[in-house]
């Protein structure tokens, strides 16, 4: 059972678009949506993050925007460039003091230059 | 600061073998957690630990154990190694921040089991 869902699974853009990764959840009881980016070769790595109370959340060229009625979050990535190109997971931590983390399933992201 | 760090960077292992997973972290996190991460499927839990003698079982605890006996060291073992048990093993450590969790992952331990 898949709590967190990702798509696409892959995404190619031309360098300057927008790259668009889409998450959805189920269980309400999460209360923290991190997105990780991730290198061939390494660990991820925190990217931003948002919580439930707050529709959308900016960070340079990445900006989430959360709509907490159809369950949904997403990560745009403003003017993508070659050096963006990875794996990208959401993430969904259960609340109430919990620690457990659910990743989606990954989108592997191309730019072309 | 190393950070997260893992040893060995590959392994491969036998059907039936045991061995252990090496995972350290120098910036006095408290919690830590192991995940595995198959292509297709992300990354999920096996266990995790919110503190020194205290650990808890994640989505896929079978076939794995875990201590915890000081707020540096989590190692992961394997306990009769199976071919379902090939993936990319990662350790991370977290910390609470004011809106959630800070997780640092290590670079990773490739496993394969024949």
């Known amino acids: 059972q898949q709590q967190v869902k990702q798509s696409p699974q892959s995404l190619i853009v031309q360098k300057g678009g927008i790259s668009i990764i889409n998450c959805a959840y189920e269980n309400t009881a999460f209360d923290y949506f991190p997105w990780y980016q991730q290198f061939p070769g390494k660990g991820p790595a925190l990217l931003i993050a948002?919580?439930?109370?707050?529709s959308e959340k900016k960070e340079g060229r990445f900006t989430i925007s959360f709509n907490k009625s159809a369950k949904q979050f997403s990560l745009h990535i403003m003017d993508s460039q070659p050096g963006d190109s990875a794996t990208y997971f959401c993430a969904a931590k259960r609340g109430t003091g919990g620690f457990k983390t659910i990743f989606g399933a990954g989108t592997r992201l191309f730019v072309k230059a | 600061n190393a950070g997260v760090t893992q040893t060995p960077k590959f392994q491969v292992l036998k059907t039936g073998q045991s061995m252990t997973l090496q995972c350290a972290q120098d910036?006095?996190?408290?919690?830590m957690s192991w995940y595995r991460q198959d292509p297709g499927m992300g990354l999920r839990l096996i266990h995790y630990?919110?503190?020194?003698?205290?650990?808890d079982q994640g989505e896929v605890p079978n076939g794995y154990n875990v201590s915890r006996s000081t707020t540096e060291d989590f190692p992961l073992r394997l306990l009769s190694a199976a071919p379902s048990q090939t993936s990319v093993y990662f350790c991370?450590?977290?910390?609470?921040?004011?809106?959630?969790?800070?997780?640092?992952f290590g670079p990773g331990t490739r496993l394969t089991v024949t």
């Open positions: 991370a450590s977290s910390y609470s921040t004011g809106e959630g969790f800070e997780q640092y």
């Open positions: 948002i919580r439930p109370d707050v």
């Open positions: 630990s919110v503190g020194a003698g205290i650990t």
């Open positions: 910036m006095n996190h408290e919690y």
